[in-house]
């Protein structure tokens, strides 16, 4: 005989509530800021930032997928998107043969950089400003745990 769900309390029930509904809230926000003020979707700038980040400008595409965590067709897809505005490339990786590097393309890299400071400028005022720096350090704390845990019990 099954047991009986162990349901959240209302205390419980508000903090999850809560949580969900301000994730929602704040991203959808912020994407409709981007997309306005930059042209950029959500999507371009997590490509461009990543890409922009790092030393040559350009990774194999596995890797890039694994640290924007798509599945491989999400990826493609949105490559051939941003390769189709001009602003990265694929090209073959001179390493492995069967598999591309994604290069970050000057029109990409003034485009991320073009629209970091604003995108920050939204972060602050939708989400740090509201917070103290202990308050920060505690919200950050908190998450940390929750992905050790997520990290620790996968799926």
């Known amino acids: 005989m099954p047991t009986e769900p162990h349901w959240l309390d209302p205390s419980e029930d508000r903090a999850w509530r809560a949580f969900m509904h301000v994730h929602h809230q704040l991203t959808l926000r912020l994407r409709q800021h981007l997309l306005q003020d930059s042209g950029l979707s959500e999507a371009d700038y997590e490509i461009l930032a990543v890409l922009s980040g790092h030393p040559t400008g350009h990774m194999p595409a596995q890797e890039l997928g694994a640290l924007v965590q798509w599945e491989k067709s999400r990826l493609s897809h949105q490559v051939r998107r941003m390769q189709e505005q001009g602003l990265i490339v694929r090209e073959p990786n001179p390493a492995d043969g069967r598999s591309a590097m994604i290069c ?52």
């Not at 602050?124 to 505690?138: K, N, S």
Request: hydrophobic letters at 45%; proline letters at 10%; zero cysteines.
């Open 104 to 155: 970050l393309l000057p029109a990409g890299r003034r485009a991320v950089e073009d629209a970091a400071p604003q995108h920050v400028r939204n972060v602050r005022r939708y989400f740090i400003d509201l917070f103290t720096p202990a308050e920060l350090d505690t919200f950050a704390a908190l998450n940390e745990r929750v992905l050790r845990h997520l990290a620790e019990d996968p799926p």
